[in-house]
């Protein structure tokens, strides 16, 4: 078991998406990512970032939620930050091509779980398991910046028929949002969350630790 992580930021905020968008939560981003998406808006977490004690991370969390993001944050063993996080109710934010299970056995951790989006590039590398196993409590998120991507959503959405919630927004600049209402509407997706990413528009897009 690991007890110190690189970390490329810890900083406090309001979620910008998912189910608990607008709540005071701390954020972690760990460094390094297995993909290269093509819409990435944290490219600067895959290097940067310095080495610290399970402690000091948590010393630094000030509020009952947690969001582990990255970068990918499975790609580092955060097993003992997740046993130190006990009490808290803790966000993984995951790219989807990483097995999530072996972390089921945290009860206070859920996963709000990424199906990269063909525009990404990235759709190849996703791990089909992980869109079987989604439990209630997780989030599963499509992030789309065209048509194409759309009915790509519509498609991975039916085929694994998931038992959590559904998110789904827009590549921020690439696809206006009322589109995506409009799919939504057209399709009769009752069950989907449309979400906007707060953050961007309470602050600088290109802001960092916001």
């Known amino acids: 078991m690991n007890y110190s992580l690189c970390v490329n930021e810890i900083f406090d905020s309001i979620d910008g ?10 954020f972690i981003r760990l460094c390094g990512c297995n993909l290269r998406c093509s819409y990435c808006d944290t490219a600067y977490a895959f290097n940067e970032g310095q080495h610290m004690d399970i402690a000091d991370i948590i010393a630094q969390v000030s509020y009952p939620n947690v969001t582990l993001t990255g970068g990918e944050p499975l790609c580092q063993d955060i097993h003992a ?6 009490g808290h109710s803790v966000n993984i934010e995951t790219n989807g091509s990483m ?3 072996p972390y089921f056995k945290y009860d206070h951790v859920w996963f709000t779980v990424d199906y990269k989006s063909l525009s990404s590039d990235m759709a ?3 791990l089909p398991e992980n869109f079987e ?3 209630p409590q997780d989030v599963l ?8 991507d759309l009915r790509q959503a519509l498609g991975v959405y039916r085929l694994y028929r998931p038992k959590c919630a559904v998110y789904v927004g827009a590549v921020f600049g690439k696809i206006e949002p009322r589109r995506i209402v409009e799919f939504m509407k057209e399709n009769r997706l009752t069950d989907w969350h449309m979400q906007l990413q707060l953050h961007k528009f309470i602050w600088n897009p290109d802001d960092r630790g916001v």
Do not use: H, S, Y
């Open 17 to 26: 998406e998912g189910k608990k968008a607008g709540q005071l939560a701390t």
């Open 81 to 86: 930050l997740l046993e130190g996080l006990k």
């Open 99 to 101: 097995d999530i299970e």
């Open 124 to 126: 190849n590398r996703m």
């Open 133 to 135: 196993k989604l439990r």
């Open 141 to 148: 998120k499509f992030v789309v910046g065209d048509e194409a």
